[in-house]
């Protein structure tokens, strides 16, 4: 009879251990998340960001992301260097400056690729019907931006340069107020500014587009030290933006009623513009050409102390993509 009774006493402790996790989890508190910082912007270029963290997507990578708001990419960055975000949504115009600068920056996706966000929308009644009337006139631009790149890169497309117009630097809430108060007689802006802008003009609204000379690559930035002390949080983050271009490509209308309501602009206004942009998680050699392409308009115009053609690949970490969407990557090493 003992026997039996030391029997059922083990049989009770096994049970009671194996409940004893199962309790635990039950009353337990669930794993904290990491939390991070992304430095982002109000524009359709964020849409993978706000969709994943619409979706959940970020959450179900385990971390907690914060998003912080900036009127533009340059912004964004500035705030990623100064420690105050851990990673930035930016385009590559502040990311070649940010690099002639010395600053260890990593890009560590690219997340939007357009050639037709960026243009220059002039008034008719100030004389301008066609690029080349841009001579002698009045243009608005946001220093250090892809605009500021764009706007020499179309005026070189039409024999023209800087020294042949009036630029104006200005910031980019200035834009629309400043052409609509005639104080410029044309901007270089981008969505969702420019189509605004345009529906302000209406019939006064003329539009130079150039999809030959310039393709904008907008993307996921971070600095080198946290990216080489966080590689798992990286390739977290790149595995939530890579569902989040899945959910874009296969529900369209929802996503841009997610992007509408977290940008607080109207929803036809973000599918008007919709379609002038490519939203992919990858990285190819096409952002290298651009960042050096960009850097030669930075040496001529004295933009930059520097001489010397920096290494941009040594600024790109694929390893985190590669783990994730190893098809997305395409660059010589």
């Given at each position: 009879?003992?026997?039996?009774?030391?029997?059922?006493?083990?049989v009770?402790?096994?049970?009671?251990?194996?409940?004893?996790?199962?309790?635990?989890?039950?009353?337990?508190?669930?794993?904290?998340?990491?939390?991070?910082?992304?430095?982002?912007?109000?524009?359709?270029?964020?849409?993978?960001?706000?969709?994943?963290?619409?979706?959940?997507?970020?959450?179900?990578?385990?971390?907690?992301?914060?998003?912080?708001?900036?009127?533009?990419?340059?912004?964004?960055?500035?705030?990623?260097?100064?420690?105050?975000?851990?990673?930035?949504?930016?385009?590559?115009?502040?990311?070649?400056?940010?690099?002639?600068?010395?600053?260890?920056?990593?890009?560590?996706?690219?997340?939007?690729?357009?050639?037709?966000?960026?243009?220059?929308?002039?008034?008719?009644d100030?004389?301008?019907?066609?690029?080349?009337?841009?001579?002698?006139?009045?243009?608005?631009?946001?220093?250090?931006?892809?605009?500021?790149?764009f706007?020499?890169?179309?005026?070189?497309?039409?024999?023209?340069?800087?020294?042949?117009?009036?630029?104006?630097?200005?910031?980019?809430?200035?834009?629309?107020?400043?052409?609509?108060?005639?104080?410029?007689?044309?901007?270089?802006?981008?969505?969702?500014?420019?189509?605004?802008?345009?529906?302000?003009?209406?019939?006064?609204?003329?539009?130079?587009?150039?999809?030959?000379?310039?393709?904008?690559?907008?993307?996921?930035?971070?600095?080198?030290?946290?990216?080489?002390?966080?590689?798992?949080?990286?390739a977290?983050?790149?595995?939530?933006?890579?569902?989040?271009?899945?959910?874009?490509?296969?529900?369209?209308d929802?996503?841009?009623?997610?992007v509408?309501?977290?940008?607080?602009?109207?929803?036809?206004?973000?599918?008007?513009?919709?379609?002038?942009?490519?939203?992919?998680?990858?990285?190819?050699?096409?952002?290298?050409?651009?960042?050096?392409d960009?850097?030669?308009?930075?040496?001529?115009?004295?933009?930059?102390?520097?001489?010397?053609?920096?290494?941009?690949?040594?600024?790109?970490?694929?390893?985190?993509?590669?783990?994730?969407?190893?098809?997305?990557?395409?660059?010589?090493?």
């Amino acid at each position: 009879m003992w026997k039996l009774t030391l029997v059922l006493c083990g049989v009770l402790t096994l049970l009671g251990c194996e409940k004893a996790p199962g309790a635990a989890g039950t009353t337990g508190a669930a794993p904290a998340r990491q939390k991070i910082t992304l430095a982002l912007v109000p524009q359709p270029q964020s849409t993978l960001v706000q969709v994943a963290l619409e979706k959940g997507f970020f959450s179900d990578e385990g971390l907690d992301v914060q998003p912080l708001m900036h009127s533009n990419g340059k912004l964004a960055l500035q705030a990623t260097v100064e420690g105050k975000a851990d990673f930035a949504t930016v385009a590559e115009t502040p990311i070649m400056f940010s690099v002639l600068r010395g600053e260890r920056i990593f890009v560590v996706a690219n997340i939007e690729t357009s050639t037709a966000n960026d243009a220059v929308v002039a008034r008719l009644d100030a004389g301008i019907a066609k690029p080349s009337d841009l001579k002698g006139k009045r243009i608005g631009f946001m220093p250090g931006t892809t605009i500021d790149f764009f706007l020499d890169s179309l005026l070189t497309a039409q024999g023209l340069t800087r020294q042949d117009i009036t630029a104006v630097a200005l910031k980019s809430n200035e834009l629309q107020d400043a052409l609509l108060a005639k104080k410029v007689d044309a901007v270089a802006a981008w969505n969702y500014p420019l189509t605004q802008i345009k529906r302000r003009l209406g019939a006064q609204a003329v539009t130079f587009y150039d999809r030959q000379i310039y393709t904008e690559h907008f993307n996921i930035a971070a600095m080198q030290d946290f990216v080489q002390n966080n590689r798992q949080t990286v390739a977290a983050v790149l595995r939530a933006l890579v569902r989040a271009e899945d959910f874009v490509a296969s529900h369209a209308d929802e996503a841009q009623g997610i992007v509408a309501q977290a940008t607080k602009v109207e929803k036809d206004l973000v599918t008007e513009v919709w379609g002038a942009m490519n939203y992919q998680v990858r990285l190819d050699q096409n952002l290298t050409i651009t960042l050096e392409d960009e850097t030669r308009w930075a040496m001529k115009n004295k933009l930059t102390e520097q001489t010397v053609m920096p290494n941009y690949v040594s600024h790109i970490y694929v390893d985190g993509l590669k783990a994730v969407k190893p098809g997305a990557v395409r660059m010589d090493r």
